[in-house]
């Protein structure tokens, strides 16, 4: 994984900010079950790589960077709140228990732009983003895509699901 990893660091330099991969390995040796993560996004079809860093806390980001949204993350609702309550054509699971499974977060609105700053991403699929409580609590989620070189933000009944729609995490590795 690391080798993968290193290798995708290196063909997009444009992505990582100041941070070097030294500084992401030895991050990486520090914290082993980082790679564990990295490497469920990988086999799902995230291309993971370094973003950059967080500003506040000055944890390494490493995010899906795959084209479209991971195809081993798609045709999925929301949460597993969603998921219990869809009694007809219920899908395969949900998005959030998914990445919870995976030890990642979904991106958040504020994430998912900052993203799609370091390229072209999702447009043909869309990705579920973390959605404030007071919307889920009304039933409803949070999705992005980008379309007309521009990035939107919408919103489904949190137990939609469609075959473009699968999510993008993050991981937060301490530096």
Request: aromatic share 8%; hydrophobic share 35%.
């Amino acid at each position: 994984m690391l080798d993968t990893l290193r290798k995708r660091f290196e063909d997009n330099p444009s992505r990582h900010g100041d941070v070097s991969w030294q500084e992401v390995e030895d991050a990486l040796l520090r914290h082993p079950d980082a790679l564990r993560s990295i490497a469920a996004m990988e086999k799902t079809g995230g291309e993971p790589d370094v973003i950059g860093r967080d500003e506040a806390t000055g944890a390494l980001l490493v995010c899906d960077c795959s084209r479209e949204s991971p195809a081993g993350r798609r045709s999925l609702c929301y949460d597993d709140v969603a998921l219990r309550k869809r009694k007809r054509n219920p899908p395969k699971g949900s998005a959030l228990a998914q990445a919870e499974q995976m030890g990642v977060d979904l991106l958040s609105e504020e994430e998912y732009g900052r993203l799609q700053t370091l390229g072209a991403f999702d447009l043909k699929t869309s990705s579920w983003i973390a959605t404030p409580p007071e919307l889920r609590e009304l039933g409803g989620a949070l999705f992005c895509e980008r379309r007309y070189e521009r990035v939107f933000v919408f919103h489904n009944g949190a137990d939609s699901y469609y075959a473009s729609r699968g999510w993008r995490g993050i991981l937060r590795l301490a530096a």
